[in-house]
């Protein structure tokens, strides 16, 4: 089976750029996760949706994130403004059920 | 609440040596248990799951890892290292909380001498 796909790989912006990443889950799995991991830490969930409606954002800085899965398929996070600390890898995951989390590579952002 | 600690940030093994990464956890009901290794760059790989079956679990590339419910602990261990195991290691929890959440340890880096 395909994986879960995220673009891009990289991306370096300006602080108070906006900036978006893109994730496409694993087929049929109605569950899908915005991590955030920053050097040296474990992930962090930043929101999870189940089909197209959130189930938890409650670690999401919603005053500059937003994140959307419109068809309950692919989903978007979005930063604006960027900040220096939102540097970090940005992981997307989807699950089905109580299967395992799987994993995309990540976006590497940098924030200069 | 669940919560998931892992003891060491860092540990260094010689090649061929036996490999320990220790993990506590926290449930208020049975839970289910992951080893996640992550290699430079990459995304997050599933080593092995504990989902109440047997207690000792096999996984990818020779690691295993054993629940032990009266020492609330799930550490991951292999025989003898090889210098493709050098990667960060994170231990997962996960369980029904309206959903299925899945709570990280901080990771522990596992370094492996030539």
């Known amino acids: 089976e395909a994986g879960v796909a995220q673009s891009p790989r990289y991306k370096i912006i300006e602080k108070r750029q906006s900036v978006a990443f893109w994730c496409n889950p694993i087929?049929?799995?109605?569950?899908l996760y915005w991590y955030q991991q920053i050097l040296g830490q474990g992930p962090k969930l930043l929101i999870q949706f189940q089909n197209n409606g959130v189930v938890d954002d409650s670690q999401l800085p919603k005053d500059r994130f937003s994140a959307e899965r419109l068809k309950g398929v692919d989903s978007t996070l979005k930063i604006q403004p960027a900040k220096l600390e939102d540097s970090a890898v940005y992981l997307c995951a989807s699950s089905f059920l109580s299967s395992p989390l799987h994993f995309g590579n990540g976006t590497r952002l940098t924030v200069t | 609440a669940q919560s998931v600690t892992q003891l060491d940030s860092h540990v260094s093994v010689s090649e061929g040596t036996p490999v320990l990464l220790r993990c506590n956890y926290s449930?208020?009901?049975?839970?289910?248990l992951f080893w996640y290794v992550q290699h430079p760059n990459k995304g997050l790989q599933l080593l092995l799951k504990y989902t109440s079956a047997a207690t000792l679990v096999k996984g990818i590339n020779g690691f295993e890892a054993e629940f032990k419910k009266s020492e609330t602990s799930f550490h991951l261990t292999k025989p003898s290292a090889h210098m493709s195991d050098a990667a960060e290691y994170f231990c997962v929890v996960s369980g029904m909380v309206g959903t299925y959440k899945y709570i990280f340890g901080t990771g522990t880096r596992l370094k492996v001498l030539a």
């Open positions: 449930s208020s009901y049975s839970p289910s």
């Open positions: 087929s049929g799995h109605a569950t």
